[in-house]
Structures are given as C-alpha cells and as structure tokens.
C-alpha cells in the first residue's frame, strides 16, 4: 500500500504521465476539432505514423527540429484533405475513408522508410528535442521535475489545448465550426460555405493529429520503428467521446491515460514477480472502458457527425 | 432602370423564374413583385412549386431561366447573383425556412452570430451584438432569451430566434415558409402580429401557405400558384374563401357533403375498457362501432386518443375491460390479428407509422397483405404481380409519384396517405381506424380523403374517425362521442350537435351543462 502511494506522490511518476500523455493529446484534440465539424476521422493511426515517420525524415536529411515538425504537420495535413475530399464534397462513408486513410498513410510511411533506407538493420537516430530547462520554474520542488522538464512539444501540446478551446468557442470560425457538425443548413442558411468549413477543420484537426507521430520519432524516442504507433490513434477516438467533445476535458482525460500507463509501468516493478506482466500492459486500456462506459452513455454527440450534407436536399 | 414608376417602392422582383427537376416542371415562368411595406401571401397546394421558388430566391437552387431583382437599398433593382445564399443575404433578404436552420448545441446569440462576422476574426464581438438585438427586440416584439442554448427553446422559440437572425442582418425581405405549421393557434396569432408590426416599419415579407384562413387574414395581397405557374395575384380584399381554394385547386371544390348513413349491427364493441396509463390513459371506456356508419371521437389532442387508436390497432393491451368485434370476443390483440380481423389502420404519424420511407411505393402498398398467396409463393415475394398491383392502385387512387419503385419517403404529405388509404381501403376493411387522417394535408388531398372514408362507409364499414378538427367531424361523422381525460362520452347523433356544445365537452363539461 505504502508502495502505491510512493508511485503516486513521485514528481518522477507525473513526469511521465504527461510525458506519455503528450501524443494523445494531439491526437485527441485533433479528433474532437474533426469530429466538432461533423467528421470523423478513423485516418488518425495512420496520420500517426506519417506525421511521424515525416517528422523524423526531414530532420534526418537535415532539416531542423521545428522544421520536422512542420513537414510532419503538411503530412498530416495532406492525408486529412483527402479524408475530407471523400468524406464531404462526395459524402462517402466516414468509416471507410477514415480506415482506408489509415491503411493508405501506414503503408506509404513504412514504404518511403523501406525505400530511402534499404539496407539498414538498426534505425538511424537523430539529434531529439531536449527537456526544456527553465531556469527557476524547473528547480521548483515537485512541479519542477513534474511539469517543467519536458520538450517543447509537451508544452506545444498544452498550449494547443488553451487555443483550441479559445477558437472553438471565443471566436467566430468556432462558432461556425460547432453549428456544422450540429446543423449544416444553419450555416448554409446565414450565407458560410458548409464544404469549406468542413474541409479546413478536418485538414486542420489532421496536422495536429499528425504532431502526435511526430512527438514519437522526434521527442520520445530518436528513431523511427515500424508499429511503433501502436494504437494510440484508436486511443484518442476513444478519448474523444470520453471528453464529451470538450478540449478541456480532453486534457484531462490524456492525462488520466497516461498516468494508468506510467502507473502500470511502476506497479509491475513493485509486484511484478506473481502477476504476468500482460495484466499490468492491459490496465489501461480496461480502465479507459470502464471510465467511456461511466461517460460516454451522457455524452453529447455533435448531431451531425457522420451525416454528409448535400446542397439543396431537405 | 431605377425611376420607372412601375418599380416605385418595390424591393424583390421574381422575372420568369422556371426550374425544372428531370421532367417535372417546379416553377413555370413564374413572375412576382414584392413592395416596401408589403405582406404577400404565397398560396398553394403541397408540390405547386412554393419552396422552389423561394429556394431559388434564397440561392439553394439555381433557376433554369429567369431572374431575381432585388433592391438593396431601396434605389434601382439590380440582378442578384443566382445560387449563392451568401448573395441573398448581402441583397437583405431573409429566409425563415419550414425546418429550422438552427444549431441546437449554440446560443440563441451565436446563432444570430454565425456568418455575420469575418471568419478570421481573432474573437466574437458579442457585446455590441446584444445591444443591437435588444434593442431590435424591444422594437418588434420578438423576445427570445439570448443566452439559452438553442435546444431548450421551444417552437415558438425558434421561429423568433430565425426571424431575429434576418432583422439583424438588417433585412428588406423576409420570406417564411409555412410558418404556422409548426405553431399553436395563439402562437400563430403573435406571429402574425408581430409581420404587421415589421411590415409597418418598411419589411417586404413574403409568407408561403395553403391555409385560407390566416392568407385571407394576414396578407395585402395574394399570389397563387398552382402546378409551378402563377394563376392569380391579386389584392386580398377581393378574394374569399371559396375563390381562393379554387384557384388553388383549379376546379370548384365541392364540400364533402354526407348523406345520412344506413347504421346495420353493432360491429365493434369496447366494454369497460382501459389501457395505457399516465395523461394519456384510457379509463373505463365503452364504445359501439355500428357498421355503416362514422363515428367521430372529439377531443383537445392528448386526451387519450392515441391509446384509444393503439387498443383498436392491436399495438396496446386493455388492462381492463373486453374487446369484441362482430360479437366475437378478441383477447390478447395483436397488430397482425386485427388487420387479419378486417381492421383498416389509418395512423395518425403517417409518415412514421404509415409506411417505410426506405421502401419503394409497391412495397408499401403491399406491406400489410405480404403473406397473402397473391403476394408471395412459397415465402418468395412475387415482386411482378406486387408491382402490377401498385400500378392500377397509384391510378385508382391517384398516388402522384414517379414510379411504383421510387422511394415512398419522396412523396409529399398527401400522397403518402394516398398509399396508406389504397393499402387499406382497397382490402374492404370491416373496421376503419382514421386517426387524424387530413392533418397537414390541403385542401386537395383532404376532400380526397373525405370521400373515401365516406364510400367506405357507404359500402358497410364502421368507421372510427378521431379528429381534432370540429369541422371535419360535423362534416362526416353521424355520431360523435368527446373524449377527455381518458373517458369517453356517450356518442350523439351529429344533426343534434354543434360546434359550442362540442367544444364546452372537449374542455370537460357533461353533458347537461353543455346543453
């Protein structure tokens, strides 16, 4: 018991959590702006691992850092436009766009990786983004190795989630944004253009989803793996329901994943000796069931997810 | 252009507007003036081409041929871009459509908002954006509380937020689409006074309906069209009822009128009856249908007739009390025994209880008889001799649709319950269930479907007619029993009746003090 409150008041211990929690973050900010506008965007594994394989080449063929995460953004950016050319102008199924997305963006990541570097056995590593050291802020005790030894991207992604909610519901492109994915004929019908918003927002939420990927292969670790998004796009369209579509309680739920893992993580070590390992891997996720079947059955879907809208038809 | 003293004072002009869907024709050059000032009333039936027309005006469609004039600044008409609503908006006109544009998830104020303000804008300038709307408020009298997410408004609610969202755009026209449709008599009332009001202070407002009464009483002028062409306009002081419905119609309507029936045996019989529970039970509740005749249950809506039209349906089990028909007891009912039984169910939500809006015409037409041999051989559908039938059925009865194989979601109001009347009628029912068989319907369709719960009747049928319409019931029933809070009243013949007495029991007076 002793063992498990040590785990929990370690500053090492929520150092981690958000440090795993980072990626979902992106991800599952990118999924709710997508979702808000009336689009889901099952793309988002794939869009991972493009962001993160595109993220890490540029910098391997000697862009910058922040250079890497541009290019990661573009990429994601790109698969998400053709997410939202299928999904609204044409009015396909968003589920099979969306898993046809991811299976299109893995294969294409995995095989530019294949192509550029054959004959490679070990993946090259590249120079990752460094703990930001803030004089003062990081010598604090507790919060200091909690909150402020993390990379640029970590508190990249914290800013994004006090943007997000600013745009969404401080700002007129918000409004337009949330009336789409609730009523696209309210927003037809005060003269917007229900394709453009659409299409920007899943274009938008697709780049922001890809600096997760990239957060992997440029701030986790150093070096591109094969499969090493691992469901962590799946994760954040789970979040997203558990958030009720709401950037702050995004935040909060990433938070709570990634502190299940960084706690399984601990509590294998701790007891790990009579317990199989796997049952500590499967926590999370059983816990994140268990909090989407305590949420989700009140949330709030936006009334237009999934509904294509055609001009003119009532 | 500007100056001609023919365009004095007028903000929208319609100049030969024609929209073609395929082969049909929605709108037939279709020519219309709107003044300053100005309440127009847009009259027709279901399908005579009155939404394309604002459709095209709003920029949802694009016209064939033809095109809309505005004047946004009250000077010279200019062309307004076709197909663009942003267009129509900048131009000031303003479009109240039949289903509400409104974001559920926003405010009353965001969504009055949304669009007007540059997307890029770093923030919601709300505040100067409430000044301005109470202030419109205060002036019109359209009072909506702005701050209310729009999902907990009410009907009435939503139309003002959507007529508030033209005001504010700083409108010259305002257009509604079968406004009343979704309001109460008294909501009405307000909406209709409030138009005056905003008409006084400059509005054009063009408003489409095909009910006569609130055109004859709410409107300066009158345009009727009638299969996509205009038929008349002309000022509402020289119409009346009658010269209205028939150039609405195009033929002189012929009011249903009844013969007196020939009342047999008792056909259907509720004994003691009681089902459901809660406002809408039934209690206690004693009924005999006669054959060859039409039995009116009157009533304020909620009073109980839905229970009552689900215990004859077979949907709802009594809880008390017997059921017979043709002096057979029925005991535990069941939807499938009572139309097997001779039951005829007109349902009261036709379009989600009448039939599968998915399903073609001909599946529809069929779906209730589908185990009978003419339907299917060896559980196999025999789907030539269903498409046969619906063809000599969308003749008889005059379906206006496409084909027997299009979708029966794409047919309007009236010819929907064209197909429920032919799938049910022409089984020669024994029992007729008619649950507010002309609500929304025009006048057209209504006095199509008079006649044939009348021939129904003249050929032996009992049938049960529960209406909320007073004159619908006079008109056809030969007896009528009030229902209210779930009892039933004892059923008097209708020559001794009249709409007074009827109305003092639908609010819960017996008998005697009616009388």
Known sequence: MTDILDILISANFWAAALRIATPLIFGVIGALVCERAGVLNLGIEGIFTA?????????????????GVLVAAMAGAFFGLIHAILTVPLGLSQHVSGIGVTLFATSLSYFIYRTALPDVSSPPRIEAFKPLDIPGLSDLPFLGPALFQQTPLTFLALLLVAVTAYVLYRTPLGLAIQAVGDNPAAVESQGLSVYAIRIGTVVAGSAIMALGGAFLTMSAFDAFFFGMVNGRGWICIALTVFASWRPGKALIGALLFGAFDAFQVRLQTEVGSFIPGQVFLMMPYLLSIAALIVVARRADYPRALLVPYFRGQR | MAGLAQDAGVVLRLDGITKRFGALTANGDV??????????ALLGENGAGKTTLMNILFGHYVADEGRVMVSPDGTGLSELEPGSPHAALQAGIGMVHQHFTLAENLSALDNILLGTERLAALSSSRAPARRKLEELMARSGLTVSLDARISQLSVGEKQRVEILKALYRDARVLVLDEPTAVLTPQESDTLFATLKKLADDGLGIIFISHKLAEVLASSHRVAVLRGGRKVADLPTAECDRRKLAELMVGHAIVETMRSPGSPGAPLFVLNKASAGHGRDALRDVDLTLRSGEILGIAGVSGNGQTTLARVISGLEPLTHGSMTLEGKAIGQASARAMIDNGLARIPEDRHHDGIVGAMSVSENLAIESIRKPENQRLGLLRFSAMRERARNLIKAYDIRCQSEDSPARLLSGGNIQKIVLARTLETVPKVVLAAQPSRGLDVGATSDVHKRLLAARDRGAGVILISEDLDELMRLSDRIAVIHRGHLS??????????????????????????
């Not at chain 1, 962001?51 to 250079?67: D, K, N, Y």
């Not at chain 2, 013949?493 to 009388?515: C, F, I, Q, V, Y």
């Open chain 1, 51 to 67: 962001g993160a394989m595109a993220g890490w080449m540029a910098v391997w063929l000697g862009a910058g850092l922040w250079g």
């Open chain 2, 31 to 40: 020519s219309l003036d709107l003044k300053r000032g100005e309440i127009l």
């Open chain 2, 490 to 515: 004892e059923a008097d013949p209708s020559d001794t009746l009249d709409r007074g007495s009827l109305g003092l029991r639908m609010a819960g007076h017996n008998a005697e003090d009616a009388a």
